[in-house]
């Protein structure tokens, strides 16, 4: 898929298999090294969409020996999809959602037309899919442009979902992205303070939003004014400052499996 602020650079960090088989070897591995949660992630196709359906066996096998976490980023998909994802007994799905034609097509590459898609995705997962689908927004995705973040947190809130990701569009150095703008630390408060006011679900700031002063600002601000509920990779500073509890897992994780990471 080539995104515009990856480019396959965050691919270079993970875990490549290229078989059903390797997978199993790969989640036993790190299980036996104290590994309790695994994300199963991209990259996509130029549709937008993650191959897992050879995987989805060994998944569900590797989940009636072991008790783990499995989330899934699965990409744009159907009904039948959706489906699959729940009879293999995946626990989470993080969904990146929009609404925004200038992100589908200039970000993501996968034209204006793909908005209709990413409803239908949302609407299939929280139908059919998953006990826990948890929606991303990401904030500042329009390139500087008008955004849609807010009507995205509405249309989001009528599915009620149990948790609801903030991410910050951060461009990466060595892609075309680099030199983006990133939206200002105020624009994103006042999506979390719209977000707060709207929904009775839990907030959480996500691992995608820039490093350096910039996150500093937002997080403690986001803190101070309690317009979040987790945060991931906070400041060790903002830790002490704030007594916050630490999971070692995804900020999406739902709260009855967090006794598997503490």
Known sequence: LNCRYCNKEYLRHMYQVLTPQRLYWLLKHLYNNGV????????FTPEGKLPFHAYLNIIREFKRTYEVVISIHPGLIDVNEARMLREAKI???????????????????????????????????MRYGPSYIAPHVMVGSSLGLLGNEFSEIDYLIDYDPYVIVILVYTPTKNTVSENDPIPKVSYVL???????????????????????????????????????????????KLIEEYDLRIVNACCSLPKEYEYLFT
Not at 227 to 232: E, K, N, V, W
Request: positive net charge.
């Open 36 to 43: 309790r949660g695994f994300l199963i992630s991209g990259g």
């Open 91 to 125: 626990d989470i799905v993080d969904l990146e959602f929009t609404l925004n034609p200038t992100y589908t097509s200039m970000v993501k590459g996968l034209g204006e037309k793909a908005v209709k898609k990413y409803e239908e995705t949302l609407n299939a997962l």
């Open 190 to 236: 006042g999506v979390l303070k719209y977000l707060r006011q709207r929904y009775r679900g839990e907030i959480s700031l996500g691992c995608m939003r820039p490093w350096g002063s910039y996150r500093a600002k937002l997080d403690r601000i986001a803190l101070e004014n309690k317009l979040i509920d987790r945060i991931a990779n906070p400041h060790l």
